[in-house]
Nanobody, 128 residues
Framework: QVQLVESGGGLVQAGGSLRLSCAAS????????MGWFRQAPGKERDIVAA????????YYTDSVKGRFTISRDNAKNTVYLQMNSLKPEDTAVYFC?????????????????????WGQGTQVTVSS
């Protein structure tokens, strides 16, 4: 069982930055690939970024490439999402999720159904 707790959301003006954190419980964090998803009102939950357990592989959805950076610190059981140059269309609830990858260190799933555990979400609001 893995528990995930997101933090770092808030209200920011367009062009600003936020850094989301997701703290995980348990001793096997380094065996999980991690993902950040977001869900805007009335829309589906979509992948934002993902990172493999060893950080070898990362994925970004096109709309955030060059602006967002996903990283992880396995010693701290934490995954981060640095968000720069924020736009109003980035407004959403952001969720982190964990995918058990075991000994496979280079997988970074992009579909929500592939993830085993989810956090409660943190609101990000970008004003124009």
């Amino acid at each position: 069982q893995v528990q995930l707790v997101e933090s770092g959301g808030g209200l920011v003006q367009a062009g600003g930055s936020l850094r989301l954190s997701c703290a995980a419980s348990g001793r096997t964090f380094s065996r999980y690939a991690m993902g950040w998803f977001r869900q805007a009102p009335g829309k589906e939950r979509d992948i934002v970024a993902a990172i493999s357990s060893s950080s070898i592989r990362t994925y970004y959805t096109d709309s955030v490439k060059g602006r967002f950076t996903i990283s992880r610190d396995n010693a701290k059981n934490t995954v981060y999402l640095q968000m720069n140059s924020l736009k109003p269309e980035d407004t959403a609830v952001y969720f982190c999720a964990a995918h058990w990858s075991g000994s496979v260190t280079n997988t970074s799933p992009i579909e929500s159904r592939q993830y085993d555990y989810w956090g409660q979400g943190t609101q990000v609001t970008v004003s124009s």
